[in-house]
């Protein structure tokens, strides 16, 4: 069983829709939570991060974190096709000094 | 400027051959990770320092070496490069005690 893991893709969803990507993560002691965009060809980028249970919304990105069922979850609503990329889960394991990264999914907003 | 700089952005090189990529940052962070990355595997660790004494290996350190000269300077080496290690490689940098970590453009190396 991978540490992190997320669904590699491609979801794909129509224009104006709201995109679900899923992570989960093996460590039940792990304490914070990132979502990274990352363009083909591009360095990944910050979204969002999330320390505690619950929702945490930055415009039209909600972070969601179930520490109890140990996932992460990422909501884009209205997506765009600017939102195309692969998006990458890392998760500050218990006891590790860096971030782990799952294998990223990848998101097609179809126009 | 850009925050977090890496030098070469792709190189193609012969295996066997020693290859050094190199990471500049002007954000003032004191911690540095070098990563690669490649097709559905996502981004694994290759080395981290927390400052210019502290050196950890990754997840994947075999056949790669690092230097960190200074506070904003962070080098990546392999010493006889194979096949396998073509890849993108990604430098990134934080604070210490955060985790949000911010990365650079990236280095595109092809062993042949």
């Known amino acids: 069983q991978k540490e992190v893991e997320q669904n590699s893709g491609p979801l794909s969803v129509p224009e104006g829709a709201i995109a679900s990507l899923n992570c989960t993560y ?20 910050l979204i969002m991060f999330i320390y505690s249970n619950g929702d945490k919304e930055d415009g039209r990105f909600t972070a969601q974190l179930n520490k109890a069922s140990q996932y992460v979850s990422l909501l884009i609503r209205d997506s765009q096709p600017s939102d195309s990329a692969t998006y990458l889960c890392a998760v500050a394991l218990a006891g590790r000094r860096a971030l782990t990264f799952g294998s990223g999914t990848r998101l097609q907003v179809q126009p | 400027d850009a925050d977090v700089t890496q030098t070469p952005r792709n190189r193609i090189t012969k295996t066997g051959k020693r290859i050094m990529l190199e990471c500049s940052q002007t954000k003032g962070h004191d911690r540095m990770y070098w990563y690669r990355q490649d097709p559905g595997l996502g981004l694994r660790l290759i080395y981290y320092s927390f ?12 056949g790669y070496s690092v230097s960190r000269q200074a506070q904003a300077k962070f080098s990546l080496s392999l010493e006889s490069a194979i096949p396998n290690q073509t890849a993108l490689y990604f430098c990134a940098t934080s604070v210490a005690g955060g985790n949000e970590q911010f990365f650079g453009p990236g280095t ?3 062993v042949l």
């Open chain 1, 26 to 45: 093996s460590d039940r002691g792990s304490q914070s939570f990132f979502w990274y965009r990352q363009y083909s060809g591009k360095s990944p980028e």
């Open chain 2, 51 to 62: 400052d210019v004494k502290d050196i950890n290996k990754g997840e994947i350190s075999d």
């Open chain 2, 108 to 110: 595109r190396l092809t």
